[in-house]
């Protein structure tokens, strides 16, 4: 069934929807009969073939999953993975943020805050607020003419900075999620998350003033289980000089990851480990071997980064954000063409279309159970529709390759998959589905049926 030219046109429309700060743009992997359709609260998206029956054969049971990483309730920088046929991993927390030079190339946001609504809701504005817990009085300022502007099917609310400051998170969690439903709030729709932590051990290394840090602690509400924050705007307020409100901006496309070393010694198993990480079946033995062996049989060097032993393309954009370069076919690269060029020496850009990527799933692939192994693809699917909104590459112990957003000054990083969870199953309506590529399932298989 041919794309219609609405669906063709939303699926490659990144230059129009790209947004200065962490904004997530729209993409589809659409299934073998379908149309596109664009939710826009969606980082990827891929609508269902016939609710994905045709690969989960009928599974829709979501199947809780936990990081088995032990990690005290203290939460520390640097923790040791449960160990497994992977070897033993110890992890480090990190935090990457967008270079300088990806910074200058976007134009700083205005430092006055916008809600922006549909005109339709004007009427319904004030109940919804004081059910949200402002007052009668700011519900009045928020809504006067001078702090409203109608510009065709919407309407932009300005907000006075004092009283703005003053919503209390509860209320600005309630205000914001409605916000979060229309893409022009792009602070909200896709606000800065810190995860796992505090506000200020998430910018500790950074180079805010405490000052700046305070306000963002002020200003965070909470989504799920991860702490929000969406007032860049007014942030630059309080910045003292240009280069201060760039300091600003780029701290806030801050995100943790984890950088991650394989221990070998001369009690590692090196054969099973070597089998774990060439999939299980022996595709890439000879590309690991020699390394493995030679790290253990080395005196003084008792350890191995994991990049080293990931496949060739994931090894060169792992820590990396996507240079400017990569918006040559008019669509950046999102979590969808990550996961599934993993196992590529170079990208196939063709994985970009969604149609030809949803062929690739459905003839490729084949939906798989936990415990999940190596270069497993997980799809976070939608429980009611079966959209897929995110995917992601498991690689050992619940610990997952990702890229989580379309745009620039989204990384490629590894993450816990509990964190990936907290930024995608917020609203409790989604799960996730292994998928492993037929040929590694298939192998996997006459191994075990083999006497």
Sequence with gaps: MPLDSRS??????????????????????????????LPPDSEGQINRAEDLSVILSGSGISIPQTSSATVPASDPSVFDA????WGQMQCAYVY???????????PLPSPISRWTFPESALYSLPAFFSKAGLSESLIATILAPKNLVKEGAFIH??????????ITPETRAVIYSELAKYPQNEYQVDPVLIIGTTVEEWYKGSKLRPEIISKIKKLSYTRGEATAFSDIPVLLNYAQSDSEARAIFKACTRTRNLMIRLKLDE????????????FGTGLRRKDLEPLVRSVIELDGVNDLG????LPALARKLLYTYPGLDMAKHGVMPDCHWTSLNFFNYEP????LDARLATS????????VDPPYQFADILFFLDNTTGDAFHSCVHLADNIVFTKNGRNILSPWVIMRLDDVKKIYLYKGNGRVQGFRRKDIAAEKKAALDSP
């Design 360 to 367: 690739q799933v459905l003839e490729e692939f084949t939906p």
């Design 267 to 278: 009690n590692s198993n090196a054969e099973e480990i070597i089998r774990y990480w060439s």
């Design 157 to 166: 609310l300005l907000p006075p900075l004092a009283e703005l400051e003053g």
């Design 348 to 351: 196939h850009e063709y994985l």
């Design 8 to 37: 063709l046109h939303n699926t490659r429309s990144l230059r129009e929807n790209i947004s200065p700060a962490r904004s997530v743009s729209l993409s589809t992997l659409a299934a073998v009969v379908f149309g596109l359709l």
């Design 82 to 85: 449960q160990p497994g046929p």
């Design 306 to 309: 994991i990049s080293h032993i």
């Design 96 to 106: 990457l943020e967008a270079p300088a030079s990806l910074i200058e190339e976007f």
